[in-house]
């Protein structure tokens, strides 16, 4: 952080200090329910879905050879291939932007041009493991599949228009020698890895197994009734599996990266429950923001509503996972569901500050260009969900 | 000899450039280290993952922060 942005920073600390009257009714009512959430997401959230989703998202980091992934991004690599593995590679090569974009500027100059390169940059940050997780837990496994769903096929369509649309000066780039990360030698079979990921994956589902509704009968209540000696057992076996499959070295370096991620996502996660809470506060609560005005502008299923609600995700940047709190905040004060999933498509794969990242290496058109595609199509799919579930 | 640092100012950048520059320094050669954050700059080198490292113009490592010994061993040869 430079010195200026420092002093900008203490200046701005000072002047809230001052000028905010903290002793107003609505500005306590606000910090009150920005640490209720706190407290719903620590006591509900961390210890069932967070930490096993950050050494899923460790495990794959270390164990998923990075290197067979991207030679599928080369000059000379299939097209459909790589439209096919960029759409989905957002899972597994990436949490954080700062991986995204020298990759897709690789991929865009030196590699499969600009078709794979946007399907990348978009699927990126939109469907990493650890943002689905967290969405279908807090706002519904149906947000959380529509938002999965959504975000592959949208890298798809705007890879293939934007190679369309610039099919012509698509050919001017260098075909020169590439560098992936070194694939690094194996010890274990693949069915070995997917068992370890798989084991991990069901420890999830389990262990934030949700409550079924009240008088529900069969295999949903049995499930419940029984999730943690199921958990518990996973657990034994993914223990057993650590001992005896991976070296000591392997299993330092997961822990590492479980613990990179960690380090790098808790104080963000926690700092956007705070302002979503504040803002917005739980549902059913009021907060600082009046109730009226978001209704008014991004409630119901409204072709406005939708629109508002994709170019706002767009514009905004929101740090790795806490759109999702900031929903939470938005869905609880009126909300629609349509607009939700249109802020969910459109916004973490753009801001701002990315946009002009991304202008800096394919220029101010093409960026315009990809921004206003995946605008677009945020706002059309927020309509045909929001139609289908229902306001 | 010129050593660069290519990545955009994550986490792992920042440790790798810490690690060339211990590195270094403690085998005691004439380098220049240089850290370079520019994407279109980083990509020109064809390298598909930061941070990456360097060495008078050819690419040592990709997408990993290095072991000091692995870059003390590139800076002899």
Request: charge should be positive.
């Amino acid at each position: 952080m430079q010195e200026r942005s420092k002093l900008l920073l203490i200046v701005g600390a000072f002047l809230a200090a001052y000028y905010v009257p903290w002793d107003h009714a609505l500005i306590r009512r606000s910090g009150i329910e920005a640490f209720m959430m706190l407290q719903e997401y620590a006591r509900d959230h961390v210890l069932t879905c967070l930490i096993p989703a950050f050494f899923i998202a460790g495990a794959i980091a270390v164990f998923v050879s990075q290197a067979s992934v991207l030679k599928y991004f080369g000059a000379q690599a299939r097209k459909i291939l790589s439209y096919s593995v960029a759409s989905i590679s957002g899972t597994i090569l990436a949490v954080c932007s700062c991986t995204v974009l020298p990759l897709f500027a690789g991929i865009y100059t030196r590699g499969a041009g600009i078709g794979p390169a946007t399907a990348f940059l978009y699927s990126g940050p939109a469907i990493n493991v650890l943002a689905i997780t967290l969405t279908a837990k807090i706002l519904g496994w149906q947000l959380g599949l529509a938002r999965a769903v959504g975000a592959v096929v949208f890298a798809i369509v705007t890879g293939l228009l934007m190679a369309f649309i610039f099919r012509r000066d698509d050919a001017a780039r260098t075909a020169g020698q590439i560098f992936v990360p070194d694939a690094g030698e194996k010890k274990r079979t693949l069915l070995q890895d997917t068992l370890y990921l798989l084991t991990m994956v069901l420890i999830l589902v389990f262990a934030a197994f949700a409550k079924p509704a009240a008088g529900s009968t069969g295999l949903w209540p049995a499930i419940f009734a029984a999730k943690w000696y199921i958990t518990i057992v996973l657990l034994i076996i993914l223990g057993f599996m650590v001992a005896t499959w991976f070296t000591k070295d392997e299993r330092a370096n997961w822990m590492g990266s479980t613990w990179g991620f960690m380090k790098q996502i808790f104080p963000l996660l926690a700092g956007g429950v705070l302002v979503a809470g504040f803002m917005l506060g739980r549902p059913g609560h009021p907060a600082l923001i009046p109730e009226q005005w978001i209704q008014s502008l991004v409630g119901g299923n409204s072709i406005w509503a939708n629109l508002i609600a994709s170019v706002a995700g767009a514009l905004m940047y929101f740090a790795t996972l806490t759109e999702v709190p900031i929903l939470q905040g938005l869905l609880g004060a009126g909300m629609g569901k349509g607009p939700a999933l249109a802020l969910l498509l459109a916004g973490p794969a753009l801001s701002l500050p990315n946009m002009l990242v991304i202008g800096s290496v394919m220029g101010f058109k093409k960026t315009a260009t990809f921004c206003g595609i995946i605008v677009i199509m945020s706002t059309v799919a927020g309509l045909i969900y929001g139609s289908v579930v229902g306001g | 000899m010129e050593i660069k640092v290519l990545g955009p100012g994550c986490a792992k950048c920042q440790q790798t450039e810490k690690v060339v520059k211990e590195a270094v320094a403690e085998s005691g050669v004439t380098a220049d280290v240089e850290k370079v954050t520019d994407l279109m700059a980083i990509a020109g080198y064809g390298v598909f993952g930061t941070p990456a490292v360097v060495v008078d113009g050819e690419v040592k490592s990709v997408g990993t922060v290095p072991r000091k010994d692995d870059v003390k061993s590139w800076l002899v040869q």
